[in-house]
């Protein structure tokens, strides 16, 4: 018999293991029931039995210890047999099941050419006032119904169950989106709810040939989500690989659309998004007509685009109502102050600390004057400040709306000017963080991996100065050089050069001008429009 290798445990604990991986054994081994697969509880499942108090007494069971569970029966006087109406209480509406099921069944003209009927297909299409039912047999598939809002109308003697579209849950109306807001463009942004979503996108593009493909996601969950596209203009390729990767998701509740992109996403370990989001119908419709393929997710108002390209992080939808001048402008200022965020700090490292002879004179001796006293070298007053800064910016985001404006703006001023006027840090330090936060709030998209590159390119020039900040450069255009977004080159137009996507990439040109979609994104159709401006002159 084997000794125990360890003699500081006792017999007793590996009589338990030894029980524990018996049954474990045992459990492995054991062929799975009918109703419980992969760790799901056991459901309703198998065919829908025609014996109503069958059926009622299985569903009873599956929604054992629910409360929101309700089952009304009544009789149909007309075919002389009794039926039942399950849904879920809060998801549906009451007075449409009574209206369009229930009172007609109860209420309807009580001729004998209804003595007859033994099929639930009859019934549906003549005793019901729904525009939304259907037949269906298997029970797995009626209870996924009935989970997300629909009722089941089951009959005494039919086999099977009537599913009649009743959702009518609570949901938020359609306002403007707190994060893209604009100045002339639409207002109107997406909801919670799958199928406003889709009927806002259905407003914008009212075209027979926008596709809307309907899957779930989540072992638990079931949740809904759709994948739109333009037939004629995304590549099947693309749809394609979308659809591969979402039926490779493997969660049990996938709690937004953001979950999506962590398992869809390419390179995962990547601080910076090969997947767009927006909230705001006019941009998903754009994207659809240059070739991209869009996720709408039950649950969240952002929805999922892609391929996605290092310059739509620079874009916003403003940029196409404007004139192309001004617009062009706005895009470099937002270039500017995306390495205005992160260089800052770095920068300032490297000449306080290193390369003093590339400061002017007048300015070196004013942050020498500053700097006299003070009881930290320049790299930890950074440090510091840039910690204050992300406290105080993730407190504002998280604290309620009044409170967190207070937070952020008094906790910036008093205690930048208490921090001066104690002499724990330099009024350089304070300007130099201060114009990083700014600057980070122009490009919001990019503002998670702006906070790391700035941690990062200040590490660097804390140790080499100016060589290390070059170095850290270098390392990031060589990462971002070699990211992809579903097959498409991440840094397009410019890293592969693509000429012809200049247009439309920091510099916009006229909107007459963008004849051609995106050359990057390779859509089948690459015309956008068949002739030029007019001249009027």
Not at 61 to 78: G, H, L, Y
Request: aromatic share 8%; proline share 5%; net charge neutral.
């Amino acid at each position: 018999m084997k000794r125990n290798s360890n003699p500081r445990v006792s017999p007793l604990v590996n009589v338990r293991r030894m029980i524990r991986r018996a049954l474990a054994d045992d459990a492995r081994k054991k062929p799975a029931d009918a109703n419980q697969s992969d760790g799901i509880p056991a459901g309703w499942t198998g065919e829908i039995p025609s014996a109503l108090s069958e059926s009622t007494a299985q569903l009873i069971q599956s929604f054992d210890k629910c409360s929101d569970f309700i089952i009304r029966t009544f009789e149909i006087p007309a075919l002389n047999r009794s039926a039942a109406a399950a849904f879920i209480d809060g998801l549906v509406k009451h007075d449409m099941i009574m209206e369009a099921a229930i009172k007609p069944l109860m209420i309807y003209a009580r001729t004998e050419d209804m003595r007859n009927v033994s099929d639930l297909e009859t019934v549906r299409t003549n005793m019901l006032l729904s525009s939304e039912t259907e037949t269906l047999a298997d029970a797995s598939t009626a209870m996924d119904k009935l989970l997300h809002g629909d009722a089941l109308i089951l009959v005494d003697g039919m086999p099977g169950a009537i599913v009649m579209n009743a959702r009518g849950w609570d949901r938020r109306s359609i306002t403007e989106p707190l994060t893209e807001t604009v100045v002339r463009g639409p207002r109107e942004g997406f909801t919670e709810t799958l199928r406003t979503n889709t009927a806002l996108l259905r407003r914008r593009i009212a075209s027979s040939d926008l596709r809307m493909e309907s899957m779930q996601v989540g072992a638990r969950s079931h949740t809904n989500i759709c994948i739109a596209y333009m037939e004629s203009i995304a590549r099947p390729e693309l749809v394609e690989e979308m659809r591969s990767r979402l039926r490779g998701i493997c969660i049990d509740l996938p709690t937004g659309s953001g979950t999506l992109v962590d398992f869809i996403k390419d390179s995962p370990y990547s601080i910076f998004e090969t997947v767009g989001y927006t909230e705001k119908p006019d941009v998903v419709a754009a994207k659809m007509m240059e070739g991209r393929v869009a996720v709408l997710t039950d649950g969240t108002p952002f929805v999922l685009t892609a391929p996605m390209l290092f310059v739509e992080n620079f874009q916003t939808a403003e940029d196409y109502l404007i004139g192309s001048f001004y617009a062009t402008f706005l895009r470099i200022l937002r270039l500017i102050s995306f390495f205005i965020s992160f260089l800052a700090p770095a920068v300032y490292i490297a000449l306080a600390t290193f390369h003093h002879e590339l400061i002017p004179s007048t300015l070196l001796f004013t942050m020498a004057s500053s700097a006299e006293g003070l009881p930290f070298p320049a790299m930890i007053e950074t440090t510091l400040m840039l910690i204050i800064f992300e406290i105080l910016k993730e407190a504002g985001i998280r604290l309620p709306k009044p409170v967190g404006q207070a937070v952020s703006i008094v906790g910036a001023l008093v205690m930048g000017q208490a921090a001066i006027q104690a002499g724990m840090v330099g009024a350089p330090v304070v300007i130099v963080i201060a114009l990083t936060g700014v600057s980070s709030f122009a490009v919001p998209t990019l503002s998670n991996a702006m906070s790391l590159l700035r941690w990062y390119l200040l590490l660097c020039a804390g140790i080499m100065g100016g060589y290390g900040i070059t170095l850290g450069l270098m390392t990031v255009m060589i990462h971002l050089a070699s990211l992809h977004s579903f097959g498409v080159h991440h840094m397009s137009p410019f890293a592969p050069l693509l000429s012809s996507d200049f247009k439309d990439s920091i510099y916009r040109a006229p909107l007459w001008k963008l004849r051609d979609r995106p050359a990057a994104i390779g859509a089948m159709d690459d015309r956008r429009m068949q002739s030029d401006k007019p001249d009027y002159r």
